[in-house]
């Protein structure tokens, strides 16, 4: 594809949710496409209107009747964008030690998670707005229109319902981010370009996968503790085997590097633990003798009794019978 191409049109190369490969083309839209999202966007604004949604002029004075936003949340707002700020100069600016900026690095990632938090409800109401429905059914259009079939070249979905049925898929989310990226000219490296994730790759701390990783490439979390590809805790059994990366030589942990193994209940359930909470030991009996079972405790003289007189009750029973 050549360079006067590349903005035009890309390939995307993805999978489905079963992990299989698919391949799709993104176009950007023409005049004529956006004319078209413009009249879906009309449609869905007026639709939305007239359901009771809220313009977005409104949508403030509505969070705040609601509590859903006041001033003290707003004051918390700006201590979060001023934190994040201070962090991101701390990065950019040097001169501290590098383990302190590592930490530093790991802070500003809970910061913004925490901030993206704490505006979900906010930014929720406002793709509920009127102008935030209309905003969606246009790009969702051009969706519709713009992602092709790789053989084809025709587009893949026909009606809003066809793409609704697998808009979760990972092909289609991959495709619509190019398609957004195309349209609003965002950047695609976004996540890779924030002043954290320059810095922990600048030194080694991360991948190019933003995973955070040792010295030695292992797999690790923020705390340096050793992890696998999903997220589990493991060791190494010996030294060599930890420099090769064996396979064969890990064995999982908790959090406190005890190992641990997956047992199964009767229900089928499985559940990790301690090894040497694998297998349920006996309990004792007063005199320190284990007990294998229930069956082997010390019988209860009055149900034995109460049981013999059952049974000479019954005897008596089937001789009236018989």
Known sequence: MTDKNKDKERIVESVDDENNPVKVIVRRPTPEDYRDSQIEYNKA????????????????????????????????????????????????????????????????????????????????????????QADNARFSHLVRLCILNNETRQPIFHDQKQYDAVSDQPWVIEASSQLANMIYGLDPKYVDNLEENKFLKEFKFVNEDLQFID?????????????????????????????????????????????????????????????????????LDDDGKPIDNFSSAPKNEETEEVKSTRKKRSTKTEAKTT
């Not at 501290?96 to 704490?118: D, G, M, T, V, W």
């Open 215 to 283: 010295k030695e490439g292992h797999l690790v979390d923020a705390e340096g503790r050793l992890i696998n590809e999903d997220g589990r805790y493991i060791a190494y059994r010996t030294e060599e085997g930890r420099k090769n990366k064996d396979p064969d030589d890990v064995y999982f942990v908790n959090r406190k590097g005890e190992e641990v193994v997956c047992i199964t209940n009767e229900d089928g359930e499985e559940d990790w633990v301690k090894l040497e909470l694998k297998e349920r030991k006996p309990f």
């Open 45 to 132: 604004f007026r639709e939305a209107l007239d359901s009771g949604a809220l313009l977005r002029q409104r949508l403030t004075d509505y969070m705040r009747e609601q509590g859903i936003w006041n001033d003290e949340k707003q004051k918390k707002n700006d201590e979060y964008v001023d934190k994040i700020r201070a962090k991101e100069d701390a990065l950019k600016g040097g001169g501290i030690k590098l383990s302190e900026a590592r930490e530093i690095a790991i802070e500003l990632k809970k910061l913004r998670s925490e901030f993206q938090s704490f505006l979900a409800e906010r930014n929720a109401l406002d793709s509920n707005s009127v102008e935030g």
